[in-house]
Nanobody, 127 residues
Framework: QVQLKESGGGLVQAGDSLRLSCAAS?????MGWFRQAPGNEREFVAAITWSNSPTSYGYFADSAKGRFTITRDNAKNAVFLQMNSLKPEDTAVYYC????????????????????WGQGTQVTVSS
């Protein structure tokens, strides 16, 4: 089991930026970010492949494309989600999770593709 710890959430205004971090006890095939707003189901935000290869691939939900980027630091076993131009609808608890490597990019969007989850970090965007 991989231990995960998210950090970097907070209260910001619309248009601001936040950088979320996820520290892992060890690497997995991929790392995903999901979010869950009150009353809503948990939804995919972004994912990145995480292997020893110098090349990584990122995947994004439509709501995140053009505003969010995802990066990794292999030396620190950490993955980062840079969120720019934040909107009130981005308000949610953000979770990181470890997954595998999949040929079909669609797999990275599925909750069932991920095994271990962090406790989450709250992001609140005021208008």
């Amino acid at each position: 089991q991989v231990q995960l710890k998210e950090s970097g959430g907070g209260l910001v205004q619309a248009g601001d930026s936040l950088r979320l971090s996820c520290a892992a006890s060890r690497r997995a095939g991929s790392m995903g970010w999901f979010r869950q707003a009150p009353g809503n189901e948990r939804e995919f935000v972004a994912a990145i492949t995480w292997s020893n290869s110098p090349t990584s691939y990122g995947y994004f939900a439509d709501s995140a494309k053009g505003r969010f980027t995802i990066t990794r630091d292999n030396a620190k076993n950490a993955v980062f989600l840079q969120m720019n131009s934040l909107k009130p609808e981005d308000t949610a608890v953000y979770y990181c999770a470890t997954g595998g490597l999949y040929e079909n990019p669609r797999q990275y969007q599925l909750i069932t593709s991920y095994d271990d989850w962090g406790q989450g970090t709250q992001v609140t965007v005021s208008s």
